[in-house]
T-cell receptor, first 112, second 113 residues
């Protein structure tokens, strides 16, 4: 079946630095990928829809300048959390659509 | 506006018994629904889906029921196994909104041996 690889699985960074999270479709091409964020004991909240070769579509309330999304190829989308702050600490998950939604394994970001 | 709600944050059942997880939605535009299972620090894995034109879909031990008039769906797991212990999310999708999914808050299922 379709596989989505997400890296890193866990990252700790200092406040003010930037962190890049990668999401790769391993055996299929994904023109569209989705980025979610999950706070503890809460729902997965869609942050943005990443479109290959064009700008991402951000959900209301998500700062596009803070959460930079690049979808430069059909198999790779990246989410960069810029100038990270402790409140950005969360679990970030990507997904791609291929005969259904396939999710990556998620990235636990901790900003200290 | 919480369009998908899972009102039970947790559920505990005995091994071999039936687990019933519930989900309510408010968005009439949803035309398909999915259930996902999630372990800690992992991404969700797909379990089962149902189109809005159906009222039941079955796959092995998992059955999803949809009551459109009540805007309610449920996931039945029978018989429940300890390995089923995880957080279960329901999600609604609207084909007109670019394949976006809206998730519920999740229900922690614990199956006791």
């Amino acid at each position: 079946g379709a596989v989505v690889s997400q890296h890193p699985s866990r990252v700790i960074c200092k406040s003010g630095t930037s962190v890049k999270i990668e999401c790769r479709s391993l055996d299929f091409q994904a023109t569209t990928m989705f980025w979610y964020r999950q706070f503890p004991k809460q729902s997965l909240m869609l942050m943005a829809t990443s479109n290959e070769g064009s700008k991402a579509t951000y959900e209301q309330g998500v700062e596009k300048d803070k959460f930079l999304i690049n979808h430069a190829s059909l198999t790779l989308s990246t989410l960069t959390v810029t100038s990270a702050h402790p409140e950005d600490s969360s679990f970030y998950i990507c997904s791609a659509l291929k005969d259904g939604y396939t999710f990556g394994s998620g990235t636990r970001l901790t900003v200290v | 506006d919480q369009q998908v709600k899972q009102n039970s944050p947790s559920l505990s059942v005995q091994e071999g018994r039936i687990s019933i997880l519930n989900c309510d939605y408010t968005n009439s535009m949803f035309d398909y629904f999915l259930w996902y299972k999630k372990y800690p620090a992992e991404g969700p894995t797909f379990l089962i889906s149902i189109s809005s034109i159906k009222d039941k879909n079955e796959d092995g031990r998992f059955t999803v029921f949809l009551n459109k008039s009540a805007k309610h769906l449920s996931l039945h797991i029978v018989p429940s196994q300890p390995g089923d212990s995880a957080v279960y999310f329901c999600a609604g999708g609207d084909g007109t909104s670019g394949s976006r999914l809206t998730f519920g808050e999740g229900t922690q299922l614990t199956v006791n041996p």
